[in-house]
């Protein structure tokens, strides 16, 4: 059973940074895509960054240039380093990843940025 561990969110200031941290676990093969999804109150869950096995990487328009996911597939891991916070990217930010054709999700790790 894949399990996600999510760890990193913290409150912070606007233009500061924070790294997120996400351990994997459960798995026989290379996990097919990893990163982060994230839900701000009242909204709906939406993908923030996310790179396959094979190196292609996606972003939602409103953290490019801010926001770099990257994986450790010797440590099962991936990371989310953001930089320039928003207030608008305070949210609970969900680990997620791709393996064998499933869906999984850790608990989620909560970030608030205060203006």
């Known amino acids: 059973q894949v399990q996600l561990v999510e760890s990193g969110g913290r409150l912070v200031q606007a233009g500061g940074s924070l790294r997120l941290s996400c351990a994997a676990s459960?798995?026989?093969?290379?996990?097919?895509?990893m990163g982060w999804y994230r839900q701000a109150p009242g909204k709906q869950r939406e993908l923030v960054a996310i790179?396959?096995?094979?190196?292609?990487?996606t972003y939602t328009d409103s953290v490019k240039g801010r926001f770099t996911v990257f994986r450790d597939d010797t440590r099962d891991a991936v990371y989310l380093q953001m930089n320039s916070l928003k207030p608008e990217d305070t949210a609970v930010y969900y680990c997620y990843t791709q393996y064998r054709r499933r869906d999984y999700w850790g608990q989620g790790t909560p970030v608030t940025v205060s203006s």
């Open positions: 790179r396959t096995y094979g190196g292609t990487t």
């Open positions: 459960g798995s026989n093969f290379a996990f097919d895509a």
